[in-house]
């Protein structure tokens, strides 16, 4: 989906391509000098074209680039990552190291002088003691017997007093924090080194060790732990304010009130600081969240989010039921719910802007097999690699060939997992584990399946990947079609839309792709039709992509390359023409109005697949396809009561009339036309 720790970014766009939105370009491609058999209706070319049908399991005309190992890309790209992450966690921990060791020097010197006031002076004995003495040699010199015989005062017994107490508590606690945070960033920075120490390894077993070290790092909680040293701190200090307040207000309560002051502002500070990003969660009565969003994040900032996310999420769980929480604070809290760190928050922050605020039965357990390919450490290190280090084509190309390198099990995995729309066109519903429609479905096509799938999640990001997705889309779509020819029996009853995992058709990748996969896809896309395999969500583009093929080339790109997509175009349009059935006989004029709507909508696709202008600089044997499709159609409509009968508008009729007229004069075989002057307004220009 995110699809991306870094934030993986994605320009939005519209997931339903078009072609009537853009506007209209022919498509063309460089010179190829390479022999192949042709099309026998082809007559005359320049050159010869490779029309013969391109199959899963060949080498790839347009292959991604492959710069050197990509195992190593992938495994150098994820050293960069780490050696990023470990520096950040490192220069912060050393940080909070050397403040821990000054704050801890500057309350030890408090301390050497509050723990003496725990224990009895011994000057304070001293003094009794000499009282004493001095009492007993006062009544010796008197004389006074009974004076001499009284008892002596018995000894004070010695008590601290409360104030005492509480500053070498506080003071005490801020002591152990300050140097609790030396202890556990010490450890941390130990992790943090055999964490990054490298074995000398093939590429992928380091790619593996790496990603078991890394999942240890976060189910063992050391990103967290590391989040609780500058917490830690921030309790040392506040700590030892409390202790130096409490002491200064038993001593002397004008400067007890200053250093008040000063605490209270810092204090409130930290307080406000911490937990203005959860009130602005509570209060903000924008339920999109468009308002410039608290950047107050810390470690104790998000402690303090999670506790209330906690809170609403057990109480609403409990009480929405019952009315008693409003739904609108558990709607906007829910997708903050499973937020692991701050850059998820933001992440989810960001989808409450673009979207609008509202918008089973278990399956037996999956084989061993399945499962274990989908908990492999290379399936999971290879899906990290795309959620977080995905962002530029270097990376994309590397991945694609790394999956394609891959068990064809394990590459199945890998594609599932990154993106949670491929489940329903891979994965049954029924047992959870991979399925194809058809048990024919060969290795090298469901390698050319998964390629398509992870080109297509991340062609609208890179478009420089569109054509090797069309590629890889026209030898599923070859091989399919290969497969229904040779097996008849089978083509009644499989559908290749359903057959091919596409989450959708690339009826948008003709643009700006070498001329021979235009061929090849034109190719695929008329036997689609021959064979009934299309529906109208798709035949909507193809008839738009027919206008494109047949729109206005410049004259440096008359060649026989446009000659040979015209005529396909035009032979896509005789395939619609034949799909369409005959009211002949018919008594039910319900079967007969329909088969009018049929013959009506092919007609006016025509028509707007044939604006004036077209067809300038075509030979002969396109412009032989296109009578063909002209006169076909006024065939159709005459046997069915006439052009008026089926054409309703004045404007619709005489645009046939011209088109029909113009159709009358394509017999003669003449030189390419000058395309500035061949207008449909002006049919002797073609003659």
Known sequence: MPRRTIVKV????????????????????????????????????????????????????????????????????????DGEMCDGWREEVDNL?????????????????????????????????????????????????????APLPTRPVFTPSGTDIRVNVFWFMSLALSLATVVVGILCTQWIREYERDPPL??????????????????????????????????????????LLDLLWSLNHTVAIFVTLISGVVFFFIVATTVLPTLQMLFVKDMRLRTSQCAYKSAQSWLV??????????????????????????????????????????????????????????????????????????????????????????????????IRDLPLDQS???????????????????????????????PDERRDMLSALFLELNSRAFPQLDQHQLESVVRNLNSRLDFLTRHPKQATHIEISKCLPFVHWPLHSTRDVPGDLVTQFLICLKALVAQEQTNAEIDKHIWALIQQILSNPVIEEVDSQHDLHAQLAFEIMLAYENQLSTSKGSEDEKERETFRQ?????????????????????????????????????????????????????????????????????????????????????PMSMS
């Not at 000098?33 to 013969?52: H, M, Q, V, W, Y």
């Not at 795309?386 to 590397?398: F, S, V, Y």
């Not at 949670?420 to 060969?442: G, N």
Request: aromatic residues 10%; contains cysteine.
């Open 10 to 81: 994605y320009p939005s766009y519209d997931d339903k391509p078009t072609f009537i939105e853009s506007p209209v370009q022919r498509v063309s491609s460089p010179d190829r000098t390479s022999a192949g058999k042709t099309l026998n209706s082809i007559e005359r070319f320049d050159e010869p074209l490779d029309t013969d049908p391109w199959l899963s399991g060949g080498a790839h005309k347009y292959p991604v680039p492959k710069n050197g190992d990509p195992w190593e890309t992938c495994i150098e790209k994820i050293r960069s990552y």
């Open 97 to 149: 190291l050397i403040f821990a060791g000054l704050f801890s020097a500057a309350v030890t010197a408090f301390v050497i002088e509050s723990y003496q006031q725990l224990s009895e002076d011994p000057t304070e004995t001293n003094n009794w003691l000499l009282q004493q003495i001095l009492v007993e040699l006062h009544n010796a010199n008197t004389g006074n017997t009974a004076a001499t015989n």
């Open 202 to 243: 093939d590429p992928k077993e380091a790619l593996t060790l790496r990603q078991i070290r890394h999942e240890g790092l976060l189910t063992w909680k050391v990103p967290e732990i590391l989040s609780v040293l500058p917490v830690l701190l921030h309790s040392s200090l506040v700590l030892f304010f409390a202790g």
């Open 305 to 402: 989010h999670r506790i209330v996310t906690f809170i609403v999420k057990l109480f609403a769980r409990q009480s929405v039921g019952l009315g008693k929480v409003p739904f609108s604070y558990f709607s906007r809290y829910r997708p903050f719910f499973n937020n692991k760190d701050w850059v998820d928050f933001d992440l989810r922050w960001r989808e409450a802007r673009e979207k609008p605020q509202f918008s089973s039965t278990m399956g037996a357990s999956p084989k061993k097999s399945s499962a274990d390919s989908a908990n492999s450490d290379m399936v999971r290190s290879l899906v990290w690699i795309d959620k977080n280090l995905g962002q530029n084509i270097e990376m994309i190309n590397a991945m694609y060939h790394c």
């Open 412 to 442: 199945i995995q890998t594609v599932v997992q990154l993106d949670e729309s491929i489940k329903s066109h891979l994965i049954s519903s029924h047992d959870q584990s991979i399925h194809y429609p058809t048990r024919s479905t060969s």
């Open 598 to 682: 049929r013959v009506r909508a092919c007609a006016q696709h025509i028509m707007k697949a044939f604006p004036p202008g077209e067809l300038r600089g075509l030979s002969a044997e396109p412009r032989k396809h296109a009578k063909k499709v002209i006169l076909d159609i006024q065939t159709r409509m005459e046997g069915i009561g006439g052009v008026e009968q089926i054409l309703v508008t004045p404007d619709d009729r005489n645009k046939w009339a011209k088109i029909a007229k113009i159709a009358q004069g394509l017999d003669t075989p003449t030189a390419p036309s000058d395309y500035r002057t061949d207008t449909w307004d002006n």
